[in-house]
Nanobody, 116 residues
Framework: QVQLVESGGGLVQPGGSLRLSCAAS????????MGWYRQAPQKERELVAT???????NYADSVKGRFTISRDNAANTVYLQMSALKPEDTAVYYC??????????WGRGTQVTVSS
């Protein structure tokens, strides 16, 4: 069974930076597509960024140019580097891993709060 453990969330001022990490276990050294999603209070969960096993990336328009997703396949870890943070980036950020066409695994989420 795949397990995802997130870290790196916290409180940061507008314009600041934060780096999230997601460590995957139980994948038997198979490289799966992974991504980051977020959910703000009273809003639906939304896609932030995705990355394939080969390193191809995709970003939501709202974070392009500010966020960078990357991965270390040897360490089974995905990162989200967030810069120029805005109050509207405040949300719980979830790590995601896809297995085939039907199975999705999720982390428990890490809180990111952008406030002065």
């Amino acid at each position: 069974q795949v397990q995802l453990v997130e870290s790196g969330g916290g409180l940061v001022q507008p314009g600041g930076s934060l780096r999230l990490s997601c460590a995957a276990s139980g994948s038997r050294n198979i490289v799966y597509p992974m991504g980051w999603y977020r959910q703000a209070p009273q809003k639906e969960r939304e896609l932030v960024a995705t990355i394939t096993g080969g390193g191809r990336t995709n970003y939501a328009d709202s974070v392009k140019g500010r966020f960078t997703i990357s991965r270390d396949n040897a360490a089974n870890t995905v990162y989200l580097q967030m810069s120029a943070l805005k109050p509207e980036d405040t949300a719980v950020y979830y790590c995601n891993l896809k297995v085939g066409l039907t199975n999705n695994y999720w982390g428990r989420g890490t809180q990111v709060t952008v406030s002065s």
